[in-house]
């Protein structure tokens, strides 16, 4: 029986456990990444740990998302991750640069490496033949000491690709189609591995954008193979040396198979508030939009932006729609501004914004109350873009384009003011690499700078033999960490976990800081209750540090999403799945709950038995993690349990 692409490359970074899916495994981490909204704290832990160099083959430290500077706190996070990642051994690459993982894609990212990254989109450098995994920043941190990434040995979905994309049809097509089919929940622990005659029709970039957005199914990563587009792509940046063929076996086994014909898509667009909400940009026809966003780390790379500049050339902005486009990288800017592309845009009334994650993440450009905004980014959750009634629609760039224009949603292969679109793939790529900047190799001048805003990584308490506490808040399904721990204007103080806890749920319940930390102070515990898919969407460990310092003990959830699950252990948190609606249903807020000789039980194995004693009843929940997890809780987090160990 041959092998996937992804047994391929496990097998030859494992470490300990197992192979079989569902089994704990291991593996040794070559490369990370970290960005400066997550990268703060990890860095803050990986001084924790004591060591004086990262140990991993690669560490970049990357600043693109909190570039905007309001206040003193994002330029003195930036000061401090300049001077940390001299001191450590990480390249750091600055304000400007770009996106991190457009950035990776294009200066670092190599087939067959193992890549770790403080960033849910760090699964973009599939689309070089890497296994790219989203993770918290302690796991991130952990990684650049040498310590091996703990998985759950993954299922492999093969998707085959047949045919070839027709003109203004697009990967983000693709991958909107791949979320239809498997939506947003129900796909953890699965890696999706791209094949067939189609795969060859696709660029790099194409590759990317479709392993960046499997991130919101809810997958490890998602994985092409490496060929010779690979190569090409690899060779216009000056990097050949990094390439190697990668390929399944014609007799690999797979968990399941589903086929896409990429002659046979249209546009699609995932509407308000999921990207699993989708629907064709056809049956969208006409209605009107206000404002229009391209770039992200979807869809912000040259080819991209030419044939948006294809679109625009020769045309104007419609009247009441804002239209603002942000390159991917330096690399882009420089080269759509030597090419023309740059001019076409700015003629047609877009604003051009930094390369920089910024509206994506509600940093900037929100849209107005009740505001239809047609985006190319991944996410289009409830507030994300900082308008709570914001209507967020993802959609291609061409799409976006051609709207932008008409002033109305229009599908590109139903308007008339443009015949043609060709596919762009540079040849040459401008390769400055003059905004990174790469670590001393004497480090032991270098001063740590730290500000009034950064404060030291918070640890919890060892679990305590009974575990007694109430519901701090119900909630329902789709709970992202966007809802648990706001970005936007909240996110420059990451860095500062007493004050930013203090908007934990802040879009949900804004009394939940306050009640929470009134019984924490009582020595009363914190039970979170949640429905399906909890704790979906961004990496941001801070959605599980910042309730462990409210005095969150547990989450009580009909299922829980891997990243937030692992950031839960990490943090001491218990990450209880509950057994039926039924015992969701029964409980309320404010219910007092006992969990009785928790340390046995968590020892155990077994399900985990709960008393609430409000109502007068007893239910069970799985505590599904690895012995490492295990021991992780009961020492009251990652912290503490890697203290013991590591040298």
């Known amino acids: ?39 703060t704290m990890a860095y803050l832990q990986f001084e924790a740990l004591g060591l004086d160099r990262v140990r991993n083959e ?73 296994i790219a995994i989203g993770a918290g920043g302690l796991d991130v941190a952990l990684a650049m000491a040498g310590v091996p990434f703990t998985i759950i040995a993954p299922r492999v979905i093969r998707i085959t690709l047949k045919n070839a994309l027709r003109p203004f049809v697009t990967a983000k097509d693709v991958i909107l189609k791949v979320l239809e089919r498997f939506s947003t929940k129900g796909n953890v622990n699965c890696i999706f591995e791209y094949a067939g ?3 060859k029709t696709l660029s790099v970039p194409e590759r990317a954008t479709i392993c960046n957005m499997g991130a919101e199914c809810g997958v490890t990563c998602s994985l092409f193979p490496s060929d010779e587009i690979t190569r090409d792509f690899l060779r216009a940046q000056h990097r050949e040396e990094c390439w190697i063929p990668l390929e399944a076996d014609a007799d690999a ?14 546009p699609l667009t995932a509407c308000p508030h999921s990207p699993g909400n989708i629907r064709k940009v056809s049956e969208m026809a006409g209605m009107k939009i206000d404002q229009v966003l391209i770039g992200s780390c979807t869809n912000s790379s040259y080819q991209d932006l030419v044939k948006v500049g294809m679109i625009l050339d020769g045309h104007h902005v419609a009247e009441g729609v804002s239209l603002g486009i942000a390159p991917g990288s330096r690399e882009v800017f420089e080269m759509i501004s030597e090419d023309g592309t740059l001019t076409k845009m700015i003629k047609a009334g877009a604003r051009i914004l930094e390369s920089a994650c910024g509206f994506c993440i509600g940093n900037h450009f929100s849209p107005s109350t009740g505001g239809v905004s047609l985006r190319t980014n991944n996410r289009n959750f409830e507030g994300r873009s900082g308008t709570k009634s914001g209507q967020v629609y993802l959609v291609s760039p061409e799409t976006a384009a051609v709207s932008a224009v008409t002033g109305v949603f229009t599908s590109p292969l139903e308007q008339d003011f443009v015949k043609e679109i060709r596919n762009v793939n540079a040849e040459d790529f401008f390769t400055d690499d003059s905004m990174l900047i790469f670590p001393p190799a004497d480090s032991g001048d270098v001063e740590i700078i730290r500000g009034p805003n950064i404060g030291e990584p918070p640890r919890n308490t060892p679990l305590a033999s009974e575990l007694s506490g109430q519901v701090g808040i119900k909630v329902g399904d789709k709970i992202t960490t966007d809802h648990i721990m706001p970005a936007g204007a909240r996110l420059k103080y990451r860095s500062n976990i007493p ?43 801070h ?25 839960l252990c990490n943090a001491g948190i218990l990450p209880l799945t509950l057994q039926s609606e039924d015992d969701y249903e029964k409980i309320s807020p404010d219910d007092s709950l006992v969990i009785r000789d928790v340390r046995t039980q968590v020892s155990s194995g077994k399900p985990i038995t709960l008393e609430n004693v409000t109502k007068g009843y007893s239910f069970t ?25 590591l040298v």
Do not use: W
Not at 74 to 83: E, K, T
Not at 556 to 563: D, G, H, M, N, V
């Open 58 to 130: 690669l560490a970049v430290s990357y600043i693109d998302h909190n570039t905007v500077q309001v206040g003193f706190e994002n330029a003195d996070d930036h000061r401090y991750l300049q001077s940390v990642a001299a001191k450590k051994g990480v390249v750091l690459s600055r304000p400007g640069n770009g996106i991190c993982h457009q950035v990776h894609l294009e200066r670092f990212g190599a087939p067959g490496k193992t890549l770790i990254g403080s960033d849910s989109h760090t699964p973009t450098g599939g689309g070089i033949g890497m």
């Open 499 to 541: 004050l930013y806890s203090t908007f934990v749920f802040e879009g949900v319940d804004k009394e939940f800081p306050a009640r929470c930390s009134e019984r924490r102070d009582r020595g009363v515990a914190n039970f979170i209750v949640a429905g399906q898919s909890y704790g979906q969407g961004s990496s941001r460990e």
């Open 543 to 567: 959605a599980a540090l910042c309730p462990m310092y409210l005095g969150v003990k547990a989450v009580l959830a009909l299922s829980i999403e891997r990243i937030h699950q692992a950031n």
């Open 1 to 39: 029986m041959g092998s996937s692409i992804t047994q391929k490359i496990l097998e030859k970074h494992f470490v300990s456990g197992s192979l079989t899916p569902g089994e704990s495994l291991d593996i040794r981490i070559d490369q990370t990444l970290t960005q400066d909204a997550t990268g």
């Open 253 to 266: 086994v797979y968990d399941g198979e589903f086929e896409i014909d990429l002659a046979a898509l249209e």
């Open 621 to 645: 929940c799985t505590l599904d993690v690895t012995e490492l997890q295990r021991d992780m809780l009961l020492k009251g987090g990652r912290l503490n349990q890697i203290k013991e160990t």
């Open 197 to 199: 005659e189609g795969v």
